[in-house]
């Protein structure tokens, strides 16, 4: 993708417009009590940034990953534990896909459990995401799994009874100190049976398909504009 003389992809451009359309969708609900979710990843760290002014117009922030963590309090915003928050009334999160249910695989940047669990607390989920990452259909990103370290070799074999090849991704521990494996060329038509038949696996503790709890509204950075499509209920 061609650079702009700042140095920027298109991409870059594009995931900075989804993340200042995510701030304008929630800037004119934000209370001095508003705790927002806040994902993990390049378009999840370009929406940090662009929060990061409004800080004192809203309590704080509950993150998915230490690494958005870190940012959130580098910004002077004030990071919450799950544990002693109530309602969370957005959530804010990129994707490594998404479809036209607002089904998603998550995880490429080994997240995905937390950003599962923040994001099940949220009241809506605002995907934001640059058109790259619109597919027709699941599965030609790379599906992570996380699981127990032990379990590892038991569930990669249950993995492969589905028809998967899985891989183990070496050196990569997640913030609750567990292993991924991604699931390459894995197709999924179906996406909320396939999230229902990963997790009845052993050992498994959250795989990246993002469909009981799909986004609610995605923006999605367009070469034309940030188109809003909302999930069909
Ligand atoms: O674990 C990582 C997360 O699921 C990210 O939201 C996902 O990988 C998208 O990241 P990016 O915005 O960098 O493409």
């Not at 990071?79 to 490429?108: C, Q, T």
């Not at 950003?115 to 992570?144: M, N, R, T």
């Not at 229902?196 to 799909?214: L, Q, T």
């Amino acid at each position: 993708m061609p650079a702009s003389p700042s140095g920027a992809t298109r991409q870059d451009e594009l995931k900075r417009a989804v993340a200042q359309a995510a701030l304008d969708e929630i800037a004119p609900h934000l209370e001095r009590d508003t705790v927002i979710g806040i994902g993990t990843g390049s378009t999840a760290s370009l929406f940090i940034d662009a929060l990061a002014p409004l800080r004192d117009r809203f309590l704080g922030a509950v993150a998915s990953s230490e690494v958005s963590a870190k940012q959130l309090r580098d910004h002077g915003i004030e990071v919450l534990e799950l544990n002693s928050v109530g309602r969370i009334p957005f959530y804010v999160d990129g994707a490594d896909e998404i479809d036209h249910e607002l089904a998603m695989i998550k995880g490429g940047g080994a997240a995905l459990t937390r950003e599962k669990i923040v994001a099940a607390c949220a009241d809506h989920f605002i995907c934001i995401a640059d058109e790259s990452k619109w597919v027709p259909q699941l599965g030609q990103y790379p599906l992570p799994i996380e699981v127990i370290p032990m379990a590892r070799s038991y569930v990669a074999r249950e993995l492969v009874a589905l028809g998967a090849s899985p891989i183990y991704r070496e050196g990569v521990v997640t913030d609750n100190g567990n292993q991924i494996l991604d699931l390459y060329d894995f197709p999924i038509p179906q996406p909320k049976a396939m999230e229902s038949r990963i997790n009845g696996i052993v050992g498994v503790v959250c795989n990246g398909i993002f469909a009981h709890r799909g986004a609610d509204l995605l923006l999605l950075g367009r070469t034309n504009g940030v188109e809003r499509l909302e999930r069909r209920r």
